[in-house]
Nanobody, 119 residues
Framework: QVQLVESGGGLVQAGGSLRLSCAASRRTFSPQSMGWFRQPPGKEREFVAAIIWGARDSRYAESVKGRFTISRDNVRSAVTLQMNSLKSEDSAVYYC????????????WGQGTQVTVSS
């Protein structure tokens, strides 16, 4: 079973930037897609961004379009999330996820990394 390891979370002021990374424990890992979800305090987990591994097609939640960018690193079987112009409502635990059998079926999850945006 492949494991996903996130890094890069932390505390940042509103308007600042953070970069999250997620690496698979197996370099030969080739999922259907990888993405990021987040769970704000007291709320449900929500979709943030995803990238289709073979097509390099990416999708974003409306709330982050134009501010966040997801990209992949083939060599490291990793995915990054560049977050710019951060807002207080972006504060959440961010989870990396992979869909190994079907592009929209998220079956592998990381442990989560905290992002806190101070206003």
């Amino acid at each position: 079973q492949v494991q996903l390891v996130e890094s890069g979370g932390g505390l940042v002021q509103a308007g600042g930037s953070l970069r999250l990374s997620c690496a698979a424990s197996r370099r030969t890992f080739s999922p259907q897609s990888m993405g990021w979800f987040r769970q704000p305090p007291g709320k449900e987990r929500e979709f943030v961004a995803a990238i289709i591994w073979g097509a390099r097609d990416s999708r974003y939640a409306e709330s982050v379009k134009g501010r966040f960018t997801i990209s992949r690193d083939n060599v490291r079987s990793a995915v990054t999330l560049q977050m710019n112009s951060l807002k207080s409502e972006d504060s959440a635990v961010y989870y990396c996820a992979a869909a190994t059998r079907r592009a929209d079926l998220w079956d592998t999850w990381g442990q989560g990394t905290q992002v806190t945006v101070s206003s």
